[in-house]
């Protein structure tokens, strides 16, 4: 069983810019969430994608955005970059949609450095 | 509104003594509740969860979490710590409704030789 692997692991963008970030589920998984962890905070909810349909939405402006693929892997995207946008992010799946009830599985994250 | 409270930023315990880890919720309708822990420069790994079965619940390497509606609390405890148990311990609540998974500010715990 596979977990969920996140790429890249480090990434310096310029303020301003757009950014893609990567994450592929654990197998079987068709549910995954997107988490911002600001430096010495708790995780914060992105959003969320059920089979390929975003299906929840925490406090975060349009310039967050996502996808989901049929193989349920999925991205992250930030346009117009600001320096706040600084973070670990994390990618988290699930066999279910409701898997926040039962927990997810998280990668490693990718560390976005704005600069 | 719902969120939790994790009492406390930093922990230090000796090796073999009792960790007790807080995290109070508020949440008007009942909630399921987790404990991640996040070792360095690595993702959250799922402790144990409470989804309204039995109030006592054991997770993995010997951490265990009593959920008290009374008090609104679910408190982390182990009995021995070890020095792998060094690490950011998460709290998390989700409500019956939704699908918003909120975590706390996080408690990193210190274990002196």
């Known amino acids: 069983e596979t977990g969920v692997t996140q790429s890249p692991t480090h990434l310096i963008k310029t303020r301003g810019q757009q950014v893609t970030l990567r994450c592929s589920s654990q197998s079987g998984h068709n549910t995954v969430s997107w988490y911002q962890q600001a430096l010495g905070q708790g995780p914060q909810f992105i959003f969320q994608?059920?089979?390929?349909?975003?299906?929840g939405r925490g406090n975060f402006p349009p310039r967050f955005s996502g996808l989901q693929f049929p193989n349920y892997s999925s991205e992250l995207n930030v346009n117009a970059l600001e320096l706040d946008d600084s973070a670990l992010y994390l990618c988290?799946?699930?066999?279910?949609?409701?898997?926040?009830?039962?927990?997810?599985?998280f990668g490693s994250g990718t560390r976005l450095t704005v600069v | 509104a719902q969120s939790v409270t994790q009492l406390g930023s930093h922990v230090s315990v000796s090796e073999g003594a009792l960790v007790l880890l807080r995290c109070n919720y508020s949440s008007s309708v009942p909630p399921y509740l987790f404990w991640y822990v996040q070792y360095p420069n690595q993702g959250l790994q799922l402790l144990l969860k409470y989804t309204s079965a039995a109030t006592l619940v054991k997770g993995i390497n010997g951490f265990e979490a009593e959920f008290k509606k009374s008090e609104t609390s679910f408190h982390l405890t182990k009995p021995s710590a070890h020095m792998s148990d060094a690490a950011e311990y998460f709290c998390a609540v989700r409500l019956g409704t939704g699908n918003q998974f909120y975590f706390g500010t996080g408690t990193s715990l210190t274990v002196i030789p």
């Open positions: 994608y059920y089979r390929e349909e975003e299906n």
């Open positions: 988290a799946s699930s066999p279910r949609s409701d898997g926040d009830r039962y927990g997810y599985t």
